[in-house]
């Protein structure tokens, strides 16, 4: 099933007439842009319905009767965790139909990406992928908690939940993140040349040196969302995977892709362009200088989060 929400092409917050009120509140907002969209990427795991969060808030921010508003970051961080509630609810209904494995957009977190967050480390697709096992309220509740390190007062007040309720909800949802907390390592620069070799190997049909480059339990995540081709399941083993990695690499698909290494998620990834624009991206985990897991984005319509900006 394609992505629910339409692809919108980031921009800054539109500005009503000018004056230096609206000056100010401007500026306010988009001193806060980062942090909200962070908030809502974390809560939602989809940077195009996150922007949409945000660009939503601005719209509430600058109606807004602000005269009993006396910390501006704590409300609008307020208006984002809400609205990013009501769409995480939607989103969960979708994605009870979504064609294969879902994994959360991928973002490039480099100084120059469309989608700036406020850290890349918060933004891990570890991380994520284990959010998405929390409830709606857990998951905005260890967030803002864990991610944000915002006090149970602060929580409860955008939540309006009493704070004996709030630590119990932050407890069950710490251990559950914690027991499914991933084993392995995000790919770094240590690991650059390893995925170097394990791309060409893959390219040049080298089953040897694909199973070479794999852990014995290593799992093949492909998130196509029935858009373009891809497994429906996860594929687990080195066997299975190397021989899954080469038939993909050698079917034609790949063809006049240009691959390059970035940053995603604050990870090292790969993405791959053609003519110019993303068409695909990988982000792999590893167990010692094996690779462990590896996450292949192949349904364009969720890539947003891979562009740069213009200019």
Known sequence: ??????????????????????????????????????????????????????????????????????????????????????????????????????????????????????????VSLALLVVLETLSPLERAVFVLREVFDLSYQEIGDVLDRDVPALRQTAHRAREHVRARRPRYTPAGPQHAEATERFLTACFTGDLAGVVAALAPEVELVTDGGGVVRAARRIIRGADKVSRALIAFAGDGTMADLEWVPVEINGALGTMALRDGVPTMASVAEYDGDRLARLMVFRNTERLAGLRRRSG
């Open 1 to 122: 099933m394609p992505n629910p929400s339409p692809v919108p092409n980031p921009s800054p917050a539109p500005s009503p007439a000018p004056g230096p009120q609206v000056t100010e509140l401007t500026e306010l907002f988009e001193a806060n842009r980062r942090l909200l969209f962070t908030v809502a990427y974390e809560m939602l795991g989809a940077a195009a319905d996150a922007e949409d969060v945000v660009q939503e808030v601005w719209l509430r921010w600058s109606a807004a009767d602000r005269s009993d508003v006396l910390e501006p970051r704590a409300y609008l961080v307020r208006i984002t965790t809400r609205l990013s509630l009501n769409r995480l609810r939607a989103l969960q209904r979708a994605r009870e139909t979504y064609v294969g494995p879902w994994l959360p957009d991928p973002l490039l977190t480099t100084p120059d990406a469309a989608l700036p967050v406020e850290r890349a480390e918060e």
